[in-house]
């Protein structure tokens, strides 16, 4: 066997936790196809946006025009049955990818702005997920995402409801979106409530603004991990506040290049964040929207940065322990990782 072939053969075997994935960029063209086969309008309009993707090669001009095919896509997802579908062909992928554990981000704040039930929505998921759960290796929890580039009330409602759901299996709450316009010092009061509620604060920071938006995520609103951080060596002590606090990056490179925040994969400073000391995690963010997956980007870092085998290894521990699961979820997982 190729050594090649050798390394994809142990990157398929990984056991991998993916800490940001979001269910709406999730949905590969199959899924959407299957979605909308019996609604001719939404049909068409799926198949506009496959093609688009496409002949793109899964690159978006700029960030807000990513946003914008985020949002399009959400609104081919209409009833609770097709979020239902969603999660159920979503969970099935990560089990072909020998994904066992995944914290997925629930746009509760694009239902809303939907105007439809977040409640309705979310146990038709949460069905779909257990179920899904039964059949495969994978289990799943969920982060409820707010907008945050719309108002504070906004956000509290999405709290709300992720407080209302908990049982389900909700355990944080994220604010994502446009940093610059909906900028952290807007959600401290959120973010505290979240904490009194028990749930898990999280922030997408310094993905389309700077090191002083990741600073604030921390420090204003006490974020315990950080969607993205790709400004963050621009300030060597926003590095050192993260390696103190050990708050750890969830790092999506296929992302950052195919919203054109980075040129070229070879351009990510993963290798970078690795040798500062931070506590990288690997992650494909919105893996149908920018044509890729979890395994796909623990592949593509290993041949980008001929990564050796033990660094692919660690990352994937680094995942296991910035995860929210037990102490003795995550040890069952890492000693799964160790026979590896
Ligand atoms: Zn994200």
Known sequence: ??????????????????LHLHLEGSVRPETLLELTQARSGLRQRAEEWIAARRASNYRYGNFREFLEAFKLVSLLIETPRDYALVTTRLIEWLASQNVRYAEIIFAAGVVL????????????????????????????????????????????????????????????????????????????????????LGLHGVAHAGEACGPESIRDAVEL????????GLTVLQNPNVVSMLCERRIPLEVCPSSNVCTGLIARWEDHPLPKFLDAGLAVTLNSDDPAMFGTSLEEEIRRAARCFAFHPKTLAQLCRNAIQASFLSADEKRTLEMELENT
């Open 1 to 18: 066997m190729e050594i090649e072939d050798l390394l994809d053969s142990y990157i398929a075997r990984l056991p991998k936790v993916e």
């Open 113 to 196: 702005w939907k105007k439809q039930s977040v409640d309705e929505i979310f146990d038709a998921v949460s069905n779909a997920a257990e179920e899904a759960e039964s059949r495969t290796r994978v289990r799943v929890k969920w982060i409820f995402d707010a907008i945050r580039h719309f108002d504070v009330e906004h956000a509290c409602e999405v709290l709300n409801a992720a407080a209302r759901l908990r049982s389900r299996g909700v355990v944080g709450f994220g604010i994502g979106g446009d940093e610059a316009r909906g900028p952290a010092k807007l959600f401290v009061e959120v973010f505290q409530e979240a904490r009194n």
């Open 221 to 228: 609103l006490g974020a315990e991990r950080i969607g993205h």
